[in-house]
């Protein structure tokens, strides 16, 4: 009985994974009064990406509500200016504005719905490793799938 129930759960573990969207790429940035907020972008592979903050279990999960892209030169890659919506319990609490060009963050910033209020970062480059981003003095958050997602 015990043996069955076992096998059930792994099972179902395994079907919630399989569900679940995967992480294609991964940013870390640092920003915020004093560089003390730390975050982790994830684009994932069905078009959305999530974001989590350094001290927080949860991811939050956003979706891309417009993007230009420019042409700088002929043998530049190209440049992505994107907003991203951040929503709570159906209500959007913020959004992030993101430039890329190539693999770089270029710009990144988010800006709080009820005020306005916009706290600018900066791709950390000292803090990214294949696994997750990793702070000096602080937890490392990982880009694996959790059943936080």
Request: hydrophobic residues 35%; charged residues 30%; glycine residues 8%.
């Amino acid at each position: 009985m015990i043996r069955r129930l076992a096998v059930l759960v792994f099972a179902v573990l395994l079907a919630g994974t399989a569900a679940a969207a995967t992480a294609q790429d991964h940013r870390c940035l640092t920003g915020g009064r004093d560089d003390s907020l730390h975050l982790l972008w994830r684009w994932l592979d069905d078009g959305s990406a999530d974001v989590q903050y350094a001290g927080q279990p949860t991811r939050l999960r956003v979706r891309r509500v417009s993007q230009d892209t420019t042409v700088p030169a002929e043998d530049r890659p190209y440049r992505f200016d994107s907003v991203w919506e951040e929503r709570i319990e159906g209500r959007r609490n913020g959004r992030y504005h993101l430039t890329t060009q190539g693999a770089r963050v270029y710009g990144f910033s988010y800006e709080h719905a009820c005020d306005g209020r916009r706290t600018e970062f900066n791709e950390d480059l000292e803090a990214w490793q294949e696994d997750g981003c990793h702070w000096r003095g602080g937890e490392p958050l990982t880009v694996a799938s959790s059943l936080l997602d």
